[in-house]
């Protein structure tokens, strides 16, 4: 126990003359300030924007399909192949087609036949009635087996026109000009009716399909023009609101609205993520609205911040609850006022309590 209480002592001593060492200096920041820019928060009472998600597609799409049961014989295109209107692009066996349209034409033919020789008897017994050779009742007969042949072969007819257009839906080809977007069937495939077996998108021509929430469709009107930022390739492209849809029944409690875009390019393509601006009344808003530069903000995981300049010209990193996007602006819910500054853009890296200078 004496050994305990010596080692202790000697710690102590040790401690207290190394804290009583006059030799030792402050450690001073020499370092340079970081010199920054910086922007006022933006405020706006009016806010003249209502942002919603949605996403790019073929202004005219079609999946087609046959409406005969059979195999694929051949499939003619691949899917980015441009394919022009009337185009083949696949092919369903037909043998079966083919077999009742012999049984038709041997219909017609017998059909034919049946009416040439009514026809005779008819014109014949016509003669014989007008010279009063036959009874009223003979040549009422002779009429009905008349018609009655007249009326099987139109009948044959219209059933071999019916299996003509049977085969039309055996020969697939594109109804309108595009490029040929999915493939759903291959070669030796069996085909059935409805099923889509080939899809193909018009060229040039997009729209967006946006949903917009309850609390806010009653401010979107057709024939408005909006801001469409296509956030893949990072442009934004001028559009005309062309349906807003006045049900939710199938479309999960939101309302769609349609777009045409008014000027498209090459890299704009079916199935790209957009957001869609548009324009609202003013004086639906109640609240000013504290706005950043996106391009200021710091991520750090599920964590999104700014930094502002602390009075001591320091840089403090604040967290930030967001709102909705306006363009290269995003609405700040909480975490920094309206009489506030941020940094925009630094000379060197940032970091919480850095020396800053203001340009």
Known sequence: MKNIYKLTFLIVTLSLSSCGNGDETAVVDTAAPITVTINKVTTNGNNPFLTVSGKIQASNSANLSTRIMGFVNKIYVNVGDKVNKGQLLLTVNNTELQAKLAQVNASITEANAAYNNAEKDYNRFKNLFAESSVSQKEMDDMTANFEMAKARLEAANQIKNEVNAQFAYTNI????????????????????????LIAVESIGKFEVTAMVPENEISQIKSGVEVAVNVKSIKETITGTVTEVSSSAKNTGGQYLAKIALDKTDKHILSGMFVTVQFPVEKTKAKNNTVLVSTGALVHNGQLTGIYTVSQSSTAVLRWLRLGRTFGDQVEVLSGLNADESYIVSADGRLYNGVKISIK
């Open 173 to 196: 080809k594109a109804p309108f000009a595009g490029v040929v977007t999915n493939k759903f069937i291959k070669e030796g495939d069996l085909a059935s009716p409805g099923v889509p």
